[in-house]
């Protein structure tokens, strides 16, 4: 079974999202094409890059991954193909893919050029459903594509937590759909800054975390819990309540002077 993912910007108010698929469907009618989201917001890429990079593994390899968020984000927008761990990547050269997937040993190829003026925004995900069928029999480098290196304005990385001896201080990635909030940090990582030591994290109005839970129901409702979620991020949720607006956590913008951090202290 061949599978084809969309994650747009498009919301849910009109036909972008039904249209997107219907296009796709006509130029691949034997693949399964599934929605990750049409919810992401352009203006966040870091919250983008972070729902493709937790959500890609779960599928099948093979599975092309078509990114519809930012598109105009250029006089004239391309369009670019990536290939990672056995699955494709069309979006827009905006930065996500690096975002999400990382700039080391990034191959990428240009695929298209919204050059013509008459050409409209169907084009672009006429040419995308088209590259995704061409994929399931070619490789990125027979398609006749050529390969090229990221400018180095494109060349983004997820914001990093700030380290020291006895403290990690993290960004938000991402608000679930339920207040939960995800915070720049692995459980990997976590484990090796924390090196068997006691850990507390100050929260506004709550005090202070001491443990980590396996899932929300270990707590008692209006609770703050503390856990890796399933693409093993670090996680602050509230059983019974949004934890982002109770605590007044914000997600990590680039443009932003100020933006919510959550420190770790070690000890």
Not at 53 to 59: M, N, R, V
Not at 73 to 82: Q, R
């Amino acid at each position: 079974m061949r599978i084809i993912t969309i994650l747009s910007d498009f919301g849910l108010k009109d036909a972008s999202a039904a249209i997107a698929k219907s296009i796709i469907f006509r130029n691949n009618p034997d693949a399964t094409v599934l929605e990750v989201t049409h919810l992401a917001d352009s203006n966040y890429l870091t919250d983008v890059a972070y729902l493709i990079a937790s959500s890609y593994q779960e599928f099948p390899k093979g599975t092309c991954h078509i990114i519809y968020v930012g598109v105009y984000h250029a006089p004239t927008p391309s369009l670019v193909l990536c290939e990672k761990n056995g699955h494709y990547f069309l979006a827009p050269n905006n930065g996500v893919l690096p975002l999400a997937l990382g700039i080391e040993n990034l191959s990428l190829w240009q695929c298209y050029e919204w050059e013509d003026p008459y050409k409209t925004f169907n084009d672009w995900q006429e040419q995308c459903a088209i590259i995704a069928r061409d994929l399931s029999t070619k490789k990125p480098e027979e398609l006749g594509f050529n390969s090229f290196s990221l400018d180095p304005i494109k060349q983004k990385k997820m914001p990093a937590a700030v380290v020291a001896d006895n403290w990690v201080d993290c960004q938000i990635l991402h608000v679930a759909h339920n207040g939960n909030v995800v915070l720049n940090i692995q459980r990997d990582y976590f484990e090796s800054l924390r090196n068997n030591r006691a850990f507390r994290i100050d929260l506004k109005g709550v005090g202070g975390i001491h443990s980590l839970n396996r899932h929300i129901g270990q707590v008692n409702e209006g609770e703050v819990v503390c856990r890796f979620n399933k693409a093993d991020f670090l996680e602050i949720a509230i059983n019974g309540a949004a934890a982002a607006e109770l605590l007044g956590l914000n997600i990590y913008a680039e443009r932003q002077q100020f933006y919510s951090s959550v420190k770790i202290f070690f000890t």
